[in-house]
């Protein structure tokens, strides 16, 4: 296990649940905390210092600016606006664009050369324009993409089908959004297919897609409810970045780079399972897609390239 340096850059309520979970869990040396709004910044530094004495092990937490990313293993990039009643995600993209390009940047003007994670919304987008802005591998930019996404629905199959969701070997690909799909000819519990246990018990296929949809709903259920959501990216970035300080090669499905056909695919970020290491993406777990859910994939890729290219590539190139 390595305790790394962190920086992350936007302490709203994303980024403070990830630095809460570190604080509980361990295994981070340090943590930089970065933000335009300083004072903030400086106040859930003294907030998270406080519960030190009963964290699991001594971890240095600190307001820092730009120039701390040089030596750091890991940038975690959760600024950006969140989504206004009645503005369009392209509208959304536009704003968070140019953000993540000034913040892209100034990481970069440090001497930065380790992996950006990126969890600004819409993630996909957004990941896309720090591996064009940064300039750095392919392999060392990787966004949340669809792990949330994954982790809601295995909670959801497990509950389901009444057994550990450790056991629930199920995925979420696709953008971060309303096209996501589940290839649930890749779906098992423990070692059988979802699909014939579904069979077996009689019960009706419809319910999977069903559960689909509540993962889809899942979001905008907690927004309507407590006006934001949190903990659970805020655990799946935590989970994320001990995949890589412990040189795990876990499957998770990140947003990374399409580029040489995988999937029919090329030149876009995308939701897909991919094995996470020391390097980040070590490689692509591909999968072999039936016809749906081929045309799934290619139809989200086709809703975010056309976003892209509606404006957001214009900015990058500004």
């Not at 649930?184 to 559960?211: A, F, M, N, Q």
Request: hydrophobic share 40%; net charge negative.
């Amino acid at each position: 296990m390595k305790d790394g340096k962190i920086v992350l850059v936007g302490t709203g309520f994303v980024g403070m649940s990830m630095a809460y979970s570190m604080l509980n869990r361990g295994g981070i040396g340090e943590l930089i905390l970065i933000d335009i709004d300083k004072e903030k910044t400086v106040g859930e530094e003294m907030d998270l210092s406080h519960g030190l004495p009963f964290a699991p092990q001594k971890m240095v937490i600190k307001a820092g600016d730009y120039s701390d990313c040089k030596d750091a293993e890991i940038v975690v990039i959760t600024a950006g606006v969140a989504q206004k009643p009645g503005q369009t995600r392209l509208e959304l993209a536009e704003v968070n664009t140019k953000i993540i390009k000034d913040i892209t940047k100034n990481v970069m003007a440090s001497g930065f050369n380790g992996i950006i994670i990126v969890a600004s919304n819409p993630v996909d987008l957004m990941t896309y324009v720090v591996y064009k802005v940064s300039g750095l591998p392919k392999n060392k930019i990787i966004g949340s993409g669809t792990v949330l996404d994954t982790a809601r629905l295995r909670y959801m199959i497990a509950d389901y089908m009444d057994v550990s969701s450790k056991n629930v070997h199920a995925y979420i690909m696709g953008e971060h959004g309303d096209s996501s799909f589940v290839p649930w000819s890749h779906c098992y519990v423990g070692c059988k297919k979802l699909t014939d246990i579904i069979k077996d018990k009689g019960r009706p296929i419809e319910d999977l897609e069903k559960i689909h949809q509540n993962v889809i709903n899942a979001a905008y259920e907690i927004i309507n409810r407590k006006k934001a959501t949190y903990y659970g990216i805020g655990m799946s970035l935590n989970r994320l970045v001990r995949a890589i300080l412990d040189d795990e090669n876990s499957i998770l499905t990140v947003s990374t780079y399409l580029e040489n056909g995988e999937y029919g695919q090329h030149d876009i970020y995308i939701g897909v399972p991919a094995v996470i290491n020391q390097n980040g993406v070590r490689e692509l777990m591909e999968l072999e897609l039936n016809k749906e859910e081929q045309e799934k994939l290619n139809n989200s890729c086709n809703l975010i390239k056309k976003m892209r290219e509606d404006s957001i590539e214009k900015i990058i190139k500004e």
